[in-house]
């Protein structure tokens, strides 16, 4: 398969129309993205890389670190984990409450807002140090230990989080948050504000391409059935109430966030980010998406 070529292809396409969408104005640093970035970077599990555009930049990763939060609490728990919440699409936004009163606390699932807010109350309940300890289990996933939050834009979150903090103290009336909700926010805020680049951020998710195996060092992360189920959950849940129009026009496992990156997963061949910051209508890359449709559609690799 040569993937510089195709890549090439689709990235001129896509690059080449209009750039529809908008910013994620709602959270201060992320209204003033240059709206032009555009990157894309690929790794293999046979180690092929290629990357293009500005795949080198960092950029915020926002909701895409739902994912790695959720790796290191099913690590921990594993079965246990989910007690306290689902694995089903939500068919709401990613930050709606209507489902929560219906529920009894449980969110739908670990990707939304109020999903990934619990699965923080989870990890501050068992590390020590959980904003530390999380840093370095997400260092462990690849060789670039340069992995760091962001102290401007998790400030810049907490400053309009108030959905956030309604979603929180909303779980805590069930139950269902274990901490005091302000330490629950200020580390998922936190996490939030983690920062990759396409290049980086492909590297690190290529483990759940290689069955929960790290590949720079061989380390098993996670169990091959962890593994499988959260690419399960990327595939079903991981564009909010996108999900089954990214499945039905891409068919791999992905998340989106809102600082424009994607990551996409095609189990036991690649793992691929992509970065274009106007988001479409339900909050994810507009370019993004139709890149990862046109890139499956021309390699004709994708999960179905």
């Not at 990707?111 to 260092?139: H, M, Q």
Request: aromatic share 10%.
């Amino acid at each position: 398969m040569n993937y510089k070529k195709i890549i090439q292809e689709v990235f001129t396409t896509v690059d080449a129309i209009e750039n529809k969408g908008n910013l994620a104005s709602y959270i201060p640093e992320l209204a003033s993205l240059n709206p032009n970035k555009f990157g894309v970077h690929i790794v293999t599990t046979s180690n092929i890389k290629c990357g293009l555009g500005n795949y080198q930049e960092k950029f915020s990763i926002q909701s895409i670190a739902k994912v790695l939060s959720l790796c290191l609490a099913y690590k921990i728990l594993d079965g246990d984990l989910w007690k306290r919440l689902g694995v089903e699409p939500s068919g709401n936004p990613f930050n709606s409450l209507l489902q929560l009163e219906n529920d009894n606390g449980i969110p739908r699932n670990p990707f939304i807002n109020a999903g990934a807010i619990v699965i923080a109350d989870v990890l501050i309940s068992n590390l020590k140090n959980p904003k530390e300890d999380l840093l370095t289990f997400i260092r462990s996933l690849s060789s670039n230990n340069d992995i760091h939050y962001s102290a401007k834009i998790a400030a810049s979150e907490k400053s309009v989080g108030y959905r956030n903090i309604a979603l929180c103290n909303f779980i805590k009336s069930f139950g269902n948050i274990e901490n005091e909700p302000c330490d629950v926010l200020n580390f998922y805020f936190d996490l939030c504000s983690l920062e990759f680049s396409c290049e980086h951020l492909s590297e690190l998710f290529l483990f759940l391409a290689n069955n929960g195996k790290a590949p720079h060092n061989g380390n098993q992360i996670l169990t091959k059935s962890q593994s499988k189920r959260i690419n399960a959950l990327m595939q079903t849940c991981g564009f909010y109430d996108e999900s089954g129009e990214f499945a039905f026009k891409v068919g791999l496992a992905g998340k989106s966030g809102v600082g424009g990156g994607i990551i996409a997963i095609h189990p036991n061949q690649y793992s691929i980010a992509v970065w274009s910051p106007k988001l479409n209508k339900k909050g994810n890359s507009y370019k993004g998406m139709k890149f990862l449709e046109g890139f499956t559609t021309l390699s004709e690799q994708s999960i179905f």
